[in-house]
Every structure is written in C-alpha cells, then in structure tokens.
C-alpha cells in the first residue's frame, strides 16, 4: 500500500527558509510522478512544484525560490523521499503543504490536483512578516 508522510512544516519569519520531507513507500521508482501541493485557510489546494518523466514544473508564484528533489533509500520496496527546499520566504507561502504521487501524469497536469490519487496528511508552514 502506497504511504506518504510529511515532514518539516515549521513556523518561520519572511525571507527565512524551510525544507519540508515526504517520505514515501511502495512506489515504483520507475514510473514515479510526484508533486507538492498547498491550501491556504479559505483558498484551494494549489499546485507548487511537480516532477515526472525528468522533467520538474514549478507554479510560478514559487520559481527561482522552491526546488523539488527526489532521493530514493530502496529501490526494490518503493521506498525513498521528496523534498521541497523553500527559500526567500513570504507569509503568501503559508499553508498546508501536502505531497501527492501516481505512476503516471501527464505533463499538463503535473499541478492538478485530481491527477494524484495518492496523498499524504500535510504539513504546517506559517511565515510571518
């Protein structure tokens, strides 16, 4: 069963920086597209930064200062963990951030959310001014 964990959320002053963790089990590591997302309170889920096939898509409020990394710790077990290493932050950047996973996603939709079926419970990262 596919099982992802995350880690990391924290609350920090603007232009700090966090590294959030999404640890991750039974995925196949050949076929592994993988996302994070956010909800801000009385926002949607949004997309922040995906990856997929080696390519790496970034939502734009996020680029230059987020970088989405993958590492894997098993190959055989599906194992392994994504990261999120946000820089310059902004109190814009709060929310819950939340990772997802499929085996496959197509490229236009590496940011949506209904193209992951699996997700993980969230972290908190509150930034303030």
Known sequence: ???????????????????????????????????????????????????????????????????ISVEASDVDAGNGTLYLEMNNLEPEDSGIYYCAADSWVGASARLKVHAYPWWGQGTQVIVSS
Do not use: H, N
Not at 12 to 41: D, E, N
Not at 53 to 61: Q, R
């Open 1 to 67: 069963q596919v099982r992802l964990a995350e880690s990391g959320g924290a609350s920090v002053q603007a232009r700090g920086s966090l590294k959030l963790s999404c640890a991750f089990s039974q995925l196949s590591l050949k076929r592994l597209y993988m996302a994070w997302f956010r909800q801000a309170p009385g926002k949607e889920r949004e997309g922040v930064a995906g990856f997929g096939k080696g390519e790496i898509t970034y939502a734009d409020a996020v680029k230059g200062r987020f970088a």
